[in-house]
């Protein structure tokens, strides 16, 4: 064994027989393993396998290091893409929110503006239902008044509302103004035949004389010599009393001036936002209530400031019970 290369514990080399000091072998010096040749060479060999082992290692270890890194980097631009599609989609569903609600304010705006067209409309028509009557009568009244032959003969009897048409009345009242503006004042009253009184003859007048202006150039007086022009007072034609009373003008009703000034305002402001309708009132002192009852509160507004304040008993306008009364005052006069 020690030939191999292999010292024997000395423990060992004490079992068997013993061996007497005189006879005991010299001890040989024993040489390192490494210095075997056989044994070197395995060294060398190892030691390449376990260099090339490491480079395997190393270029196992950077490839899988990479590998690494370009999934770390596709799940990175994975996730990047799935948040930015996230936040598109919130942008989009932000706009499509927008869209709907500006969409469902134009349609409260425009059912409100047409609830209130609708309320407008009823309250006119409640209050002009009897208009067109109350004018029909109103022309027959004026009519009366105008023709010249019903004037001075007393009380005219009551009539009531006509059947004809307002068309006919209308076509009526225009002939009467035709005829009246065709009267001249040039026109004179013409006498008819002189009857005979007995023997003695027609009277007749002589001729106008009209006086000649001379032909002669007159003289240049200086100023103090100029006699004074005397002012010619010139007649004064008077037009007859009928030529000037052809047509009476139509009596004002400022109520139904009124109640269209009220119709028209309202039309008006309808259409305006709210914002206006604020600044309006702050403009002209109307307290800010609800959209509706402010444009009616600025339309009454403006109709005190244009036609003065209405009483309270004439808040409701009845214009067939003032012509009758105003037929009645005629009558007895």
């Given at each position: 064994m020690e030939a191999d290369g292999y010292r024997c514990p000395p423990e060992f080399a004490r079992r068997g027989r013993s061996i007497s000091?005189?006879?005991?072998?010299?001890?040989?010096?024993?040489?390192?393993?490494?210095?075997?040749?056989?044994?070197?060479?395995q060294i060398e060999d190892l030691g390449k396998t376990v260099e090339a082992m490491k480079e395997f290692v190393d270029l196992e270890m950077a490839r899988r290091e990479a590998k690494e890194m370009r999934k770390r980097e596709k799940e990175a631009a994975k996730k990047r893409?799935?948040?930015?599609?996230?936040?598109?989609e919130e942008i989009r569903a932000a706009e499509e929110l927008k869209?709907?609600?500006?969409?469902?304010?134009?349609?409260?705006?425009?059912?409100?503006?047409?609830?209130?067209?609708?309320?407008?409309?009823?309250?006119?028509?409640?209050?002009?239902?009897?208009?067109?009557?109350?004018?029909?009568?109103?022309?027959?009244?004026?009519v009366r008044e105008i023709i010249?032959?019903?004037?001075?003969?007393?009380?005219?009897?009551e009539e009531g509302p006509s059947t004809s048409s307002s068309a006919e009345v209308l076509n009526a009242i225009e002939d009467i103004t035709g005829e009246t503006e065709n009267l001249h004042i040039s026109e004179k009253c013409k006498r008819g035949e002189d009857t005979p009184v007995g023997d003695s003859p027609y009277v007749t007048?002589?001729?106008?004389?009209?006086?000649?202006?001379?032909?002669?150039?007159?003289?240049?007086?200086?100023?103090?010599?100029?006699?004074?022009?005397?002012?010619?007072?010139?007649?004064?034609?008077?037009?007859?009393?009928?030529?000037?009373?052809g047509m009476k003008a139509a009596l004002k009703d400022t109520k139904f001036e009124r109640l269209q000034f009220l119709d028209s305002e309202r039309r008006e402001l309808i259409n305006l936002h709210h914002n206006e309708i604020k600044a309006i009132c702050g403009r002209e002192g109307v307290v800010y209530k609800m959209k509706l009852q402010t444009i009616f509160d600025i339309?009454?507004?403006?109709?005190?400031?244009?036609?003065?304040?209405?009483?309270?008993?004439?808040?409701?306008?009845?214009?067939?019970?003032e012509f009758e009364e105003q037929a009645d005052d005629g009558n007895d006069n």
């Open positions: 000091p005189q006879r005991q072998r010299p001890a040989q010096a024993k040489r390192s393993p490494s210095e075997e040749p056989k044994t070197s060479s893409e799935e948040e930015e599609r996230v936040a598109a869209r709907q609600r500006k969409l469902e304010k134009q349609r409260r705006r425009e059912a409100d503006r047409e609830a209130i067209t609708k309320v407008v409309d009823v309250q006119v028509a409640l209050r002009l239902k009897n208009i067109p009557e109350v004018l029909k009568n109103e022309v027959h009244h004026v010249p032959d019903l004037k001075g003969k007393g009380k005219v009897g007048t002589p001729a106008k004389r009209t006086t000649k202006w001379a032909t002669s150039r007159p003289l240049r007086l200086t100023e103090r010599l100029c006699a004074r022009n005397t002012q010619m007072k010139s007649a004064q034609v008077r037009m007859s009393r009928k030529a000037l009373t339309a009454d507004r403006r109709a005190d400031v244009k036609f003065g304040m209405l009483a309270a008993e004439d808040a409701v306008v009845n214009l067939t019970s």
